[in-house]
């Protein structure tokens, strides 16, 4: 069975510091994964996904990723922390029956 | 462009009142649903997945139902509220045949049991 885990359910960084959220999956075949968003009371919005082709990923709003079979990992970083980033974060994979398994999630503080 | 809409927005429920969520997808055709839940502190947990009409897996037994009456639509329903069944919920699509295609969120639908 594919999942992913997160290291970290609360992360809290200063305003232009580097953000670093971590994601570790498990899966027996190579994976589709994704970092989501989630802003309060909202749906979640995708960031970035990784599909096999490049292994950095870059998404939006200077977020980026990294997968590494060899860590069976798939950590997302920003090199500086605006106070706008402050959210909820989800790693998630997606297997070949099309489910798509979430992480618990990361609250991003950021200090002013 | 695609979207997809989910209401209500916010629901107050008795406990053992039936419960009714809508989700419609516009813009694609054939598109996989999903419904997820949210519990205060925790992740998305998948409830139920359907890659077509009448089509429906279920992730984890429990208290409520789904259904897809028609190909952009999903509901998501209970017979009998429980206190546990509080959360914010979330619908959700994909494009159907794309393996590596990501899930396209509603705006959730947040339900309070009491």
């Known amino acids: 069975a594919q999942s992913v885990t997160q290291l970290g359910s609360h992360v809290s960084v200063s305003e232009g510091a580097l953000v670093l959220l971590r994601c570790n999956y498990s899966s027996s075949v190579p994976p589709y994964l994704f970092w989501y968003v989630q802003y309060p009371n909202q749906g979640l919005q995708l960031l970035l996904k990784y599909t096999s082709a490049a292994t950095l990923v870059k998404g939006i709003n200077d977020f980026e990723a990294e997968f590494k079979k060899s860590e069976t990992s798939f950590h997302l970083t920003k090199p500086s922390a605006h106070m706008s980033d402050a959210a909820e974060y989800f790693c998630a994979v997606r297997n070949t029956g099309n489910q798509f398994y979430f992480g618990t999630g990361t609250s991003l503080t950021v200090i002013p | 462009s695609q979207t997809i809409h989910q209401w209500p927005a916010t629901l107050v429920q008795p406990v053992g009142s039936p419960l009714s969520l809508e989700c419609t997808v516009e813009?694609?055709?054939?598109?996989?649903l999903y419904w997820y839940r949210q519990a205060a502190g925790r992740g998305l947990q998948l409830l139920f997945y359907s890659v077509g009409i009448g089509q429906i897996s279920s992730e984890v037994p429990q208290n409520l139902s789904a259904s897809r009456p028609q190909d952009r639509q999903f509901i998501l329903s209970s017979k009998k509220l429980l206190l546990s069944d509080s959360g914010f919920y979330l619908c959700a699509w994909s494009v159907s045949g794309s393996w590596a295609g990501e899930l396209f969120f509603g705006e959730g639908s947040r339900l309070t049991v009491l």
């Open positions: 813009g694609t055709s054939n598109p996989n």
